[in-house]
């Protein structure tokens, strides 16, 4: 269930030195660096709805893709082709499957991210030198929102809180963002995946 609310939704803030007369980066700004953020990877400490705690590493290839990899288990969250993929040791099921397009995860693997879009964006604002954006589907506000957090100096993502249409909050703070990586396509296909667990 926690990781299903990690897919279909996916607050703690990292509180960092403000300038004293901190401003919000602007959306333009955010956009822009979000269309360019192509690729990247990432550690990441996740927090639940139910206050419990997990880490993990991240892979980020936009548009469509991420991989969410759980320490300690095979626990794997993948997005790609339009789905998300739950893979779960616990599950006597293979893989559960949910489209992308219900989870506000897809707002920020879009192909095209544009914040100026009428109604996508329910919050804007300077908080404690970090600039918080609010995001969601304007066609499908039901399906949750995707709150994130991006540093200053340089404009960096670094993490996002997301709130399903259940109501339940899952935060996932990022660790070490690199972008530009080079990423195999093999760590997004859902087929391979499935393919090599029932070896």
């Known amino acids: 269930m926690i990781l299903r609310r990690l897919a279909l939704a996916p607050v703690l803030l990292l509180v960092l030195s403000a300038p004293a007369l901190a401003e919000k980066a602007p959306l333009a700004m955010i956009s822009a660096y979000l269309n360019g953020l192509k690729s990247a990877e990432a550690g990441f400490t996740q927090i639940n709805a139910d206050g419990s705690r997990s880490t993990g590493h991240l892979y980020l290839q936009r548009p469509g893709k991420m991989r969410f990899e759980y320490d300690h288990n095979e626990a794997l969250v993948l997005a790609s082709a339009g789905t998300v993929a739950i893979f779960d040791p616990k599950s006597n099921q293979m893989a559960e499957q949910y489209p992308l397009k219900r989870t506000p995860l897809n707002l920020i693997l879009a192909p095209k991210i544009d914040l100026a879009q009428a109604r996508m964006v329910v919050g804007h604002e300077e908080e404690n030198g970090d600039t918080v954006v609010v995001v969601q589907d304007p066609e499908h506000p039901e399906y949750g929102t995707i709150r994130l957090i991006f540093s200053a100096s340089p404009l960096q993502l670094t993490q996002w809180v997301i ?37």
Do not use: C, H
């Open 163 to 199: 709130t399903d249409e259940s109501g339940a909050r899952t935060a996932v703070i990022l660790n070490g963002l690199k972008p530009g990586v080079t990423i195999g396509a093999s760590k997004f296909s859902i087929t391979q995946e499935t393919q090599r667990r029932r070896q």
